[in-house]
Nanobody, 128 residues
């Protein structure tokens, strides 16, 4: 079973930046054949969609709460998806998860149940 491995989390002050990375555990897993997304879950809250990129790379979608601050990109040659997070706020504190969906559509799914593969998560803490 392919797993996704996140990295890049940590502690940062409000206004700072972090870049998260997501790689599959197997090199045969081509991220260009999947819709890739980031979700996050804060303590006591449900997991929520942050942003995603569809399989073609032509459609990128963001949650309103991060639009203009976060950027998703991918490097197909490295089979890596990135989440660049700028102007971080304390309310961005959460465990961030990478996810992949086998279903190929022109749009990005926002519901976690539409994703087949998940990472273990990486903690992001933003201090005020």
């Amino acid at each position: 079973q392919v797993q996704l491995v996140e990295s890049g989390g940590g502690l940062v002050q409000a206004g700072g930046s972090l870049r998260l990375s997501c790689e599959p555990s197997e090199r045969t897993f081509s991220i260009s054949s999947y819709t890739m997304a980031w979700f996050r879950q804060a303590p006591g809250k449900e997991r929520e969609f942050v942003g995603g990129i569809n399989w073609s790379g032509w459609n990128i979608d963001y949650a309103d709460s991060v639009k203009g601050r976060f950027t998703i990109s991918r490097d197909s040659a490295k089979s890596t998806v990135y989440l660049q997070m700028n102007s971080l706020k304390p309310e961005d504190t959460a465990v961030y998860y990478c996810a992949a969906s086998r279903t190929l559509m022109s749009y990005v799914f926002r519901v976690s149940q539409d994703y087949n593969y998940w990472g273990q998560g990486t903690q992001v803490t933003v201090s005020s």
